[in-house]
């Protein structure tokens, strides 16, 4: 019994340890904390959390922040208030992937904007190496893909296994992707 609770300590340490060293919090109350209110897409709510202290970058549920949580779920006047208090574009949930690949993907659009505008690397590198040009191509969002075109996302990026943006959109056979890609400069 000991033995299992020394295990139980150990395990949740670590886990705020880690949380530590990215310099974020663990949100404690899921849905009641900053995290929940993304998730809901309220703004008033995640305002109040701000002004209570709640950190923008405190992790919810799969290490996602309110900034992922809010580009997941297409809530995006809340992206602006949480990058006027400073929430950090770099930061990849437990699945590796940013708020701005999430918004790329599910053409969310006014937060894939916000993002860029608070710069935020467009040519970061998620999981098996996919950048969010190519989790659009693949999905066939077409203004996204316009948007990263014109934040200068490398579109001779490859993924670990070598495919681009390009190859994505084929594959998926988005052609309109594909023809836009290819106007833009994709081989």
């Not at 959390?49 to 995006?76: F, K, W, Y």
């Not at 935020?120 to 969002?141: K, Y």
Request: charged share 20%; net charge positive.
């Amino acid at each position: 019994m000991r033995r299992r609770a020394r295990l139980i300590v150990t395990a949740a340490l670590l886990v705020l340890a880690a949380a530590a060293a990215r310099a974020q919090t663990i949100d404690p109350f899921h849905a009641g904390g900053i995290a929940g209110m993304a998730k809901a897409g309220s703004y008033a709510a995640v305002e109040e959390r701000l002004n209570a202290g709640d950190s923008p970058n405190m992790l919810g549920e799969n290490g996602a922040t309110p900034l992922i949580i809010v580009s997941q779920n297409g809530h995006c006047d809340i992206a602006p208030l949480l990058l006027r208090w400073h929430a950090r574009t770099d930061i990849k949930d437990r699945v590796g992937n940013t708020a701005l690949m999430y918004a790329a993907e599910l053409g969310h659009i006014d937060c894939l904007e916000a993002l860029i505008a608070a710069h935020a690397d467009v040519n970061a590198v998620g999981p098996e190496g996919i950048t969010a040009l190519m989790r659009a191509a693949r999905s066939g969002q077409l203004e996204a893909i316009k948007a990263l075109i014109r934040a200068k996302a490398d579109l001779t990026m490859t993924d670990f296994t070598g495919a681009s943006a390009l190859a994505y959109a084929q594959a998926a056979r988005q052609r309109q992707a594909v023809q836009l890609l290819r106007a833009a400069g994709a081989r």
